[in-house]
């Protein structure tokens, strides 16, 4: 499969699940956390690297080039896809103290403030609203996140293929 291709599936499993993201916000009533939001963000950035370089149809430079953009878009998001999954597993009096909502942080704090409170987490990011199959949103987000991670480090790794010309 050529590298276009590739990248445009990967484009279209993040656009997918943007969407599963917002129809669970807006359809399932269920509020995304300062966690999720971040989450979202790195599979917006994902696709945008993505849809980038389907559109561009790289060769052999620029599909590493693009590949490692992806595996540091993708790699932020399941850093921070694993950082809501241990806020989930401390027991109850661990838990940090919910915080007021992303949207409250945005109109009244600077915006590094909002980025370093949404990093620490607060107690919404420990709540578990959501599981399908045993895992939470930020379960399945890891496990995507790995996908594309995994994904990257191929475009960016994998052989150069030989040419036609004898090198001596």
Avoid at 42 to 66: D, I, K, T
């Amino acid at each position: 499969m050529n590298s276009r291709a590739v990248f445009f599936l990967i484009f279209l499993l993040c656009a997918g699940l943007l969407g599963v993201a917002f129809y669970m916000e807006h359809f399932m009533g269920l509020e995304p956390c300062p966690l999720c939001w971040l989450q979202r963000f790195g599979f917006m950035a994902a696709g945008l690297v993505s849809l980038l370089a389907a559109l561009h149809g790289p060769e052999r430079f620029g599909a590493r080039v693009y590949g490692f953009f992806l595996v540091l878009t993708a790699g932020a998001g399941l850093g921070i896809a694993g950082r809501q999954l241990w806020l989930q597993s401390l027991p109850a009096d661990q838990v940090p103290a919910c915080g007021p909502s992303v949207d409250y942080m945005l109109e009244v704090l600077p915006w590094m403030e909002v980025l370093t409170t949404a990093l620490r987490g607060t107690g919404d990011c420990a709540e578990v609203t959501w599981r399908f199959l045993g895992l939470s949103i930020p379960g399945w987000a890891a496990i995507f996140f790995t996908l594309v991670v995994i994904t990257g480090l191929i475009m960016l790794f994998r052989p150069r293929k030989k040419s036609g010309w004898i090198r001596s």
